[in-house]
T-cell receptor, first 115, second 114 residues
Framework: AQSVAQPEDQVNVAEGNPLTVKCTYS??????LFWYVQYPNRGLQFLLK??????LVKGSYGFEAEFNKSQTSFHLKKPSALVSDSALYFC?????????????FGKGTRLHILP | DSGVTQTPKHLITATGQRVTLRCSPR?????VYWYQQSLDQGLQFLIQ???????AKGNILERFSAQQFPDLHSELNLSSLELGDSALYFC?????????????FGSGTQLSVL
């Protein structure tokens, strides 16, 4: 069965600095990887996805993610953090080798951008 | 606004009771997903429906059941409620439920079991 891990419960970054939110995954087939963001009292919103092709994926709000097959990672990045980026971020995976292709989410990483 | 509507927004009930959560997907979306979000467990996948049929099942308790109706709205039924069932329940939808699609989430139903 597929799984996804977000090793950090919380990440603190100063405004203007680059940020990274980490994600690792485990699948039996090809991974389909996603990042979502949750603002307070809201549902999750899609940020970006990796299906195939270029390992660097660009998404909404200036975010990007780098797929690394050898390290089974899909870290979320942004060159310059904004206070408004403070939210809960979820990494998710679907397993292309599994007919029961449910989408599994990590536990989430809370991102605090300090002014 | 994602276009996914969940009702009610808040639900307070007692242990042993039964509740029904309702979800209306985005117009045109055929697939509906249910998730449970709690502080200790994170976001847990419960079940997915596609055009009225169950497609995938996660860690859904036997006390819980769901269905998707011909008009594509979905209901999640929770029975014999326990304190530990208190959580935020999300519904999400996607067009075809295929593997590379993004999900659109509703704002959730906050369930409090007292």
């Amino acid at each position: 069965a597929q799984s996804v891990a977000q090793p950090e419960d919380q990440v603190n970054v100063a405004e203007g600095n680059p940020l990274t939110v980490k994600c690792t995954y485990s699948v039996s087939g090809n991974p389909y990887l996603f990042w979502y963001v949750q603002y307070p009292n809201r549902g999750l919103q899609f940020l970006l996805k990796y299906i195939t092709g270029d390992n660097l994926v660009k998404g909404s709000y200036g975010f990007e993610a780098e797929f690394n097959k050898s390290q089974t990672s899909f870290h979320l990045k942004k060159p310059s953090a904004l206070v408004s980026d403070s939210a809960l971020y979820f990494c998710a995976v679907r397993d292309g080798g599994n007919r029961d292709d449910k989408i599994i989410f990590g536990k989430g990483t809370r991102l605090h951008i300090l002014p | 606004d994602s276009g996914v509507t969940q009702t009610p927004k808040h639900l307070i009930t007692a242990t042993g009771q039964r509740v029904t959560l309702r979800c209306s997907p985005r117009s045109g979306d055929l697939s509906v997903y249910w998730y449970q979000q709690s502080l200790d467990q994170g976001l847990q996948f419960l079940i997915q429906y596609y055009n009225g049929e169950e497609r995938a099942k996660g860690n859904i308790l036997e006390r819980f059941s769901a269905q998707q109706f011909p008009d594509l709205h979905s209901e999640l039924n929770l029975s014999s409620l326990e304190l530990g069932d208190s959580a935020l329940y999300f519904c999400a939808s996607s067009v075809d439920g295929v593997i590379d699609e993004k999900l659109f989430f509703g704002s959730g139903t906050q369930l409090s079991v007292l």
